[in-house]
């Protein structure tokens, strides 16, 4: 089956670049997206289509996929970005988690 | 204002059974996919179900496949799975998630979650 691996944590000074990554195989031929978590609510999408953001979600969120591995980059990360974030992608007609990631920001 | 609204989690004993459901409001629930994503304790997100629009097609993972159903009814804008033969690792908050073929068939949409334990 198919799997996709994240680091299961990130730190980050505050106002500086967050990069979380998502790896699997070909998982550039695949669209991938990104969820947010913070403790004990619900996941909330940040990334979808690789690197296109839901109306809401501020700008300093973006994404990318390319190879082998799909990428999270949070820019000027605040306080308030520090939480879990998942990848996702689809397996023909199944769907696919990262374990996901801790971000802390310092 | 869009809702995903769960219940029906509880205790229940290994090899017991439980239906979960997700009452949808504010969204024309009928047009579009519907899921189950569950997360155990300290653990990271499951994709459980998924379910097209009319019910026709139902995709689960290994994991569940013959113990889980899913299924919705369209007239009571209501999502559903049925659990059977529960077991300890099904242990969990179960979501229900919109999909959304806008963002790609994302999730776009998430319920609060319903606290499924399975223990004797």
């Known amino acids: 089956s198919y799997e996709l691996t994240q680091p299961p944590s990130v730190s980050v000074s505050a106002g500086q670049t967050a990069s979380i990554t998502c790896s699997g195989d070909k998982v550039g031929n695949k669209n991938a997206c990104w969820y947010q978590q913070r403790p004990g609510q619900s996941p909330v999408l940040v990334i979808y289509?690789?690197?296109k953001r839901p109306s809401g979600i501020p700008e300093r969120f973006s994404g990318s996929n390319s190879g082998n591995t799909a990428t999270l980059t949070i820019s000027g990360t605040q306080a308030m970005d520090e939480a879990d974030y998942y990848c996702q992608a689809w397996d023909s007609s199944t769907v696919v988690f990262g374990g996901g990631t801790k971000l802390t920001v310092l | 204002e869009v809702q995903l609204v769960e219940s029906g989690g509880g205790l229940v004993q290994p090899g017991g059974s439980l239906r979960l459901s997700c009452a949808v409001s504010g969204l024309t629930f009928s047009t579009y996919w519907m899921s189950w994503v569950r997360q155990a304790p300290g653990k990271g997100l499951e994709w459980v179900a998924n379910i097209k629009e009319d019910g026709s097609e139902k995709y689960y993972v290994d994991s569940v496949k013959g113990r889980f159903t899913i299924s919705r009814d369209n007239a009571k804008n209501t999502l559903y799975v049925q659990m059977n033969s529960l077991r300890a690792e099904d242990t969990a908050v179960y979501y229900c998630?919109?999909?959304?073929?806008?963002?790609?068939?994302?999730?776009?949409?998430w319920g609060q979650g319903t606290m499924v334990t399975v223990s004797s």
């Open positions: 998630a919109r999909l959304n073929l806008v963002v790609n068939d994302a999730f776009d949409i």
């Open positions: 289509q690789n690197g």
